[in-house]
């Protein structure tokens, strides 16, 4: 009877730098057809690195961003999926590496793979790949999946010889319900505020009558770094916490609206709350949560514009409470200092996650390391979201327990910043005719719809809506009427499309014939909503807008989506 064969001399494993680990992915609904989960890395691959290891040696760090250092840094890459369901571990999934492409008309080179989803690991060869002069930033990881599923990944680059890379130590498992994370969670509530609404919210709740929570904010109120985006993230799994706290039988009374958009900041969020948190007409909300303490950097008004919508929303339909939520950056930024003097002026609850969780990132033994809080630099990862969920939670519980307060809170006094768009109202392209304040508009050469648009998961729906869908378009290659309108207003926002396309050109935004704003489509770089402040004025008056290309930019594309105005 013969024994095993002996086994060859080991290879000896050669240096990794890890970029993902045991990273949570979901294989989401795509407008392709496919079931994809993508990690953008391109501007971000070098803290994704840092943050698993904080001692990367420099050399390594310079090579790893663009598509020719990578090739002379790394020899392979290893990659590791392992399904969350036991059942799909016999599937396979393809991964690819992308490279961006610095040449039109050329794609750069796509490093790629089939991965079974048992845990095993692949290994992708670079030599293996013919040198490409288009490549140039790492652009994405891509996971296509044969259906709505998820699992972990990790990718590791492992060096050609000459290059080395200190040994990846893993986090502890994170201390989910001790001591010290109840505390952390704790930190979180600034102040419970005025709890007026919040405890009629409640009792409606409790005696089977429907309540409505809403979310509006940036990419992390979307969901962005929870796996699957739609269930995991914190407004989904702290909509089911008040549900489960103060919701009748089962909680079917108790409606979720999440409107939160990417890239997006206050100054969008007052032209987006009738669109997607009232849905023109159609909610009432009780409970309005607003995140923008990581996203108001790009608020012209240095919080005029948050201010207004705070106190837009509170006295609005519904008279909903309103909770401000301070979410935060891997860099421990975000401008919850220049926001709270709101709150603490109109009593509104508060909630910090800074406040939980960036004090004990320093701590020798963190209740969870900052690799296990964040998926990338800017979004929490599920852990995230749980936290997130439990700070809110944890305000629940402790509005449920306070006293009933009998009177409401005071919204019309001196405002802390300022609140010169409280009264904003928002129109597009299909409800422009219903404002008395719009004279007259001509759409002249903007006489197409967009649909290349920013694309968000609202509500519990996996799968995205399109932004502004109503929206005129220039189309590319034509020339023609500028748009025209006679609108009565003293301010105006203009919302128009950011792009990455190079098909789109600067345009310039003329009231009573004076250019009043050009604005750079390109300026950003990938698809999505921004509004600008093209008009300011202490009174209101008949104007004559008009927006056109710029000359030089004359045959290229702009996209505007709508636009916002006050009395």
């Known amino acids: 009877m013969r024994g095993p064969k002996a086994p060859k001399d080991p290879v000896a494993k050669r240096p990794a730098v890890y970029v993902m680990v045991d990273a949570v992915i979901d294989g989401s609904p795509r407008g392709n057809g496919k079931f994809q989960d993508i990690c953008y890395l391109n501007g971000r691959i070098v803290q994704k690195i840092s943050v698993l290891c904080s001692d990367m040696p420099k050399d390594v760090l310079d090579l790893v961003p663009t598509g020719a250092g990578f090739r002379k840094l790394v020899h392979s890459i290893g990659v590791t999926v392992l399904a969350t369901k036991k059942e799909r571990q016999e599937d396979t999934v393809l991964f ?108 409606k709740a409790r005696a089977g009558e429907e309540v409505t929570i809403a979310y509006l904010g940036g990419s992390i109120t979307q969901g962005a770094g929870a796996k699957p985006i739609h269930t995991e993230c914190y407004a989904y799994q702290s909509y089911l916490a008040f549900r489960k706290r103060f919701g009748k039988g089962n909680g079917d009374n108790v409606r979720l609206v999440k409107a939160g958009a990417g890239g997006t900041c206050s100054e969008l969020g007052l032209t987006r709350y009738d669109l997607d948190v ?21 608020d012209e008004t240095d919080g005029v514009c948050f201010e207004s919508l705070v106190r837009m929303a509170m006295d609005g339909p519904g008279h909903p409470a309103v909770i401000l939520l301070f979410s935060v950056f891997m860099d421990d930024f975000n401008l919850q200092e220049r926001m709270i003097p709101v709150g603490t002026r109109l009593k ?35 852990d995230g979201h ?121 345009a310039e935004v003329r009231i009573d014939g004076k250019v009043t704003r050009t604005v750079d489509p390109l300026e950003i770089g990938w698809d999505h909503c921004t509004a600008y402040v093209v008009l300011e004025s202490d009174e209101a008056a008949e104007h004559e807008v008009e927006i056109s290309m710029k000359e030089e930019d004359a045959e290229k594309s702009f996209t505007i989506l709508g636009f916002g105005y006050t009395l």
């Open 96 to 203: 690819e590496l992308n490279c961006l492409s610095t040449v039109q008309g050329k794609a750069g080179t796509c490093y790629s793979a089939e991965v079974p989803c048992n845990g095993k690991e692949v290994k992708i060869t670079v030599s293996e790949y013919p040198e490409n002069e288009a490549d140039g930033l790492l652009g994405s990881f891509v996971t296509t999946f044969p259906s709505h599923e998820s699992a972990k990944l990790t990718v590791c680059f492992y060096l050609n010889d000459g290059y080395t890379a200190p040994e990846m130590i893993p986090d502890p498992p994170v201390e989910f319900g001790t001591k010290r994370y109840k505390e952390m969670i704790e930190r979180s509530l600034i102040q419970p505020g005025n709890l007026y609404r919040v405890q009629k919210a409640i009792k």
């Open 278 to 298: 009232l849905r023109r007409g159609t909610v009432v909300p009780d409970i309005v949560f607003l995140e923008y303490a990581v996203n108001d950097a790009g």
């Open 348 to 382: 509104t609850p508060m909630i910090s996650i800074k406040n939980a969780v960036t004090p004990q990132f320093s701590e020798e033994t963190p209740v969870i390391t900052k690799r296990q809080f964040f998926y990338d630099l800017f979004h929490p990862s599920n």
């Open 386 to 506: 749980r936290i997130m969920t439990d700070c809110i939670d944890y305000f629940w519980e402790q509005a449920e327990a306070a006293p009933e307060q009998t009177e409401d809170a005071e919204i019309d006094g001196t405002p802390a910043i300022g609140e010169k768009y409280r009264s904003l109202r928002a129109f597009d392209r299909a409800t422009y005719k219903n404002h008395a304040a719009v004279k007259s508009l001509r759409e002249g050469v903007f006489s197409e719809k967009d649909t290349m648009l920013q694309y968000v998961e609202k509500d519990d729906n996996p799968k995205a809506e399109a932004e502004f869908p109503d929206n005129w378009m220039k189309p590319s290659g034509s020339t023609g009427e500028p748009f025209r309108m006679c609108l009565t207003c003293k301010d105006l926002l203009l919302v128009y499309k950011d792009s990455g396309n190079p098909m789109f050109g600067k």
